[in-house]
């Protein structure tokens, strides 16, 4: 098995264990906190998330891109991230008491400070992991996903049933940290400097102010209907919203998180090694689309079973959302790794315009829809969605020279298998779930006969995702048989 597919198969690995505790986690909080609760978490948590996205300035990315790696290079990025992220981290601690006042909740006062201690581990877990990452060495790596895991889901539980209620998410959650901090410690690579250099910081800080800023429009996408929402109503209707938001997340990134780690050094190794980067940012998207879109086609028509199984009836009213944000996050997939392209050919001030610019077209229409109601809000999602796609591929045509005509028709078999999936599961549905009480039944139809469907539509369409299959499923056979 090549370099690229081992680093995929156990990024992938580590991810979807994740998320498998993850969503087993979510499941057991849903059913222990109320909407109010956990919409309350989600406030504090969101603005604290998108802070969090400047805290690192772009330094781990840096490293994995740069040619020419140096000891000083490293410690200089060390430095910059322990200038940045200790000071944003003391921001957090003194701001809390406003961010509560503004948002009429005393508890974000507390919730902020136990996120807060995060910032102070930051630097330390992040220089080695970038440098793991550069060198494809994703198997360490899984190793120091799961004990981040397992500590949070444990940790996470334990404090809830103890009475911690929202509390527990940021114990849970700022716990995590320090074992992945100890973990990393021990599996860090040989000869790495740990004393930071002040000097020479002014190519990562450009590299960086670009990078972190790209993220943070990035992040805020998915965050501000949290904050925006919890200013306009109550933090019932965050929670609600967020529920809806969560579910197609965990679905969409289930699946991304697994190869989205990849995709920097992957395209910067095409890069540096006078390949084609764009070929090879076609390829990739085309593949990742053919498993991402049949599942977000799936769970647009299941949404209401698939969140009633997963999170209990007290959150059905999120199901409509969840099949609006379905088709947002279809056509958001579309240019996953345009970022990691951006920043392969080193145009990380282009990116930075594209989500800034996409970033303002979102939080003006969380605003203006909200008064309209929450499933106004949902659907302004899915076409600004399509917006940004659409934007996405003139920037990309314009600055990196890819051709919308070689992209789209490289899709042109996603959206046949798409259609495929999307209809068979809609018949199944309808068939199944006549009768009340049955709409979870249809949905483990739904899920047993899907994937059967999804390869049989690959060969169908001649999806150059049926390659990857048969080379996958000889490798498994090949471990197993050994």
């Not at 790696?69 to 406003?98: C, E, F, N, Q, Y």
């Not at 410690?185 to 400097?193: K, T």
């Not at 028509?301 to 969140?307: G, K």
Request: proline share 4%.
């Amino acid at each position: 098995m090549s370099q690229v597919r081992q680093a995929v198969f156990y990024s992938s690995v580590s991810r979807y264990g994740m998320r498998l505790f993850g969503l087993a986690s979510t499941m057991i909080v849903a059913r222990l906190l109320t909407p109010e609760e956990i919409g309350t978490f989600a406030i504090a948590s969101a603005i604290v998330m998108v802070i969090s996205e400047f805290r690192l300035l772009g330094a781990g990315n840096y490293l994995i891109r740069e040619k020419e790696l140096t000891k000083d290079k490293i410690r200089s990025a060390t430095g910059l991230t322990i200038i940045i992220s200790w000071g944003l981290g003391i921001l957090i601690w003194v701001a809390a008491p406003w961010v509560a006042e503004f948002y009429g909740l005393v508890p974000i006062t507390t919730i902020f400070r136990i996120l807060a201690v995060s910032f102070f581990l930051a630097p330390l877990i992040s220089i080695p992991t970038s440098l793991l990452m550069r060198d494809f060495r994703f198997r360490e790596l899984f190793f120091v996903r799961m004990i981040l895991t397992i500590t949070n889901f444990v940790t996470t539980i334990s404090l809830i049933l103890l009475g911690f209620s929202f509390y527990s998410l940021a114990w849970g959650y700022t716990l995590a940290v320090i074992a992945e901090f100890i973990v990393i410690f021990a599996l860090r690579p040989s000869g790495m400097p740990w004393v930071p250099s002040f000097r020479r910081i002014q190519p990562i800080l450009k590299f960086g102010i670009y990078n972190s800023l790209g993220n943070v429009f990035n992040r805020g996408v998915v965050t501000a209907p949290d904050m925006i929402i919890g200013r306009m109503g109550t933090t019932a209707q965050v929670g609600m919203f967020s529920r809806g938001l969560g579910f197609i997340e965990f679905v969409s990134q289930t699946l991304l998180m697994g190869v989205k780690p990849v995709a920097l050094p992957y395209l910067s190794d095409v890069q540096r090694s006078g390949g084609s980067s764009n070929d090879a940012y076609i390829r990739a998207s085309t593949m990742l689309g053919a498993m991402v879109w049949p599942v977000l086609a799936v769970a647009s028509v299941v949404s209401l079973p698939a969140i009633l199984l997963f999170f209990g009836d007290q959150w059905d009213a999120a199901a409509p959302y969840a099949t609006f944000l379905a088709y947002w996050a279809m056509f958001r997939t579309m240019h996953w790794f345009s970022s990691d392209l951006l920043n392969a050919k080193g145009k990380e001030k282009i990116m930075v315009i594209k989500e800034g610019m996409m970033f303002g077209l979102y939080f003006g229409g969380v605003v203006l829809a909200f008064p309209l109601g929450l499933l106004s809000v949902a659907a302004t999602f899915a076409g600004l969605g399509l917006v940004d796609m659409l934007i996405t591929t003139v920037f990309l045509a314009r600055y990196v020279k890819l051709s919308p005509f070689d992209f789209l028709k490289a899709w042109g078999s996603n959206i046949l298998l798409t259609l495929i999936c999307w209809g068979a599961a809609s018949v199944i549905y309808v068939m199944f779930s006549g009768e009340d009480g049955r709409a979870i039944f249809a949905l483990i139809m739904v899920a047993s006969i899907l994937p059967f469907v999804w390869v049989a539509g690959l060969y169908v369409t001649r999806n150059p995702l049926r390659n990857e299959v048969g080379i996958a499923l000889t490798w498994l056979k090949d471990k197993i048989s050994k």
